[in-house]
């Protein structure tokens, strides 16, 4: 496995800049308030999963912890460069981590697909939880606001770790929303499937994160999925 970085890459990363340290410690602040959030979805949605049975809330819970790793290391990272440590050192850990995110993603989809059709063909009926519906509703306000920031520090300091992290923020706002619709009809109207739909639903923004890490570990660089247009 080659630990080589590519030199635009690392050309961005250290070139300096009079607005880049102000800059990394944005992306701290940011990164630290990620966590806590993560700590918080994590413990709810796996409380709440495993005592009411439901499967969506499990695999976004799960899928939290996943991203919680991520941003330790991205955390570890952005300190790293702040005390003037070596970019280079820190850039091969995080191509490392992005391995391990990406096989954890892709087990994670596994998962959910096969306790999903378990639960269905066992009828399995998950209890509704004003617990779920809440957290589900906070994921999908707090989320995109922490992808808007990431971005923003990311593309000001040609970081394609942290650009990849936004975009996975973004894409837990979208698993938010299927969250909820699974969550709210099983609680409105007792559509128990509905949670393992929802569930089902969670597959396929976990194998795009999952597929954005595999390509970070690669190549070192965020997908062409998660490039945007330069922003102020």
């Known amino acids: 496995m080659d630990g080589s970085l590519p030199m635009a890459k690392t050309s961005s990363l250290t070139s300096p800049g009079p607005r880049r340290p102000g800059q990394v410690r944005l992306g701290i602040g940011i990164e630290v308030i990620a966590i806590v959030w993560m700590l918080i979805e994590a413990t709810v949605a796996l409380t709440t999963g495993f005592a009411t ?8 819970g799960i899928d939290s912890i996943i991203e919680l790793i991520a941003g330790g290391m ?3 990272r952005l300190l790293v460069e702040q005390q003037g440590g070596s970019v280079e050192r820190v850039e091969y850990a995080e191509r490392r981590a992005a391995w391990v995110t990406a096989l954890s993603l892709f087990a994670l989809a596994l998962y959910i697909v096969g306790d999903s059709i378990l639960s269905v063909l066992s009828r399995t009926r998950p209890a509704s939880s004003w617990w779920g519906v809440g957290l ?3 994921a999908a306000v707090i989320m995109p606001l922490l992808f808007i920031g990431k971005r923003r520090v990311a593309k000001r300091i040609g970081s394609a770790a942290l650009k990849a992290d936004a975009a996975c923020s973004l894409t837990c706002a979208y698993m938010s929303v299927a969250l909820l619709l699974g969550l709210l009809l099983n609680r409105l109207f007792g559509w128990w499937w509905a949670d393992s739909l929802a569930a089902l639903a969670l597959v396929y923004f976990v194998v795009q994160e999952g597929r954005e890490a595999w390509h970070e570990a690669r190549t070192g660089e965020a997908c062409s999925c998660c490039a945007d247009e330069d922003e102020d």
């Open 53 to 60: 049975r439901s499967v969506s809330l499990e695999g976004f």
């Open 74 to 76: 991205l955390l570890w």
């Open 136 to 138: 589900a509703i906070a």
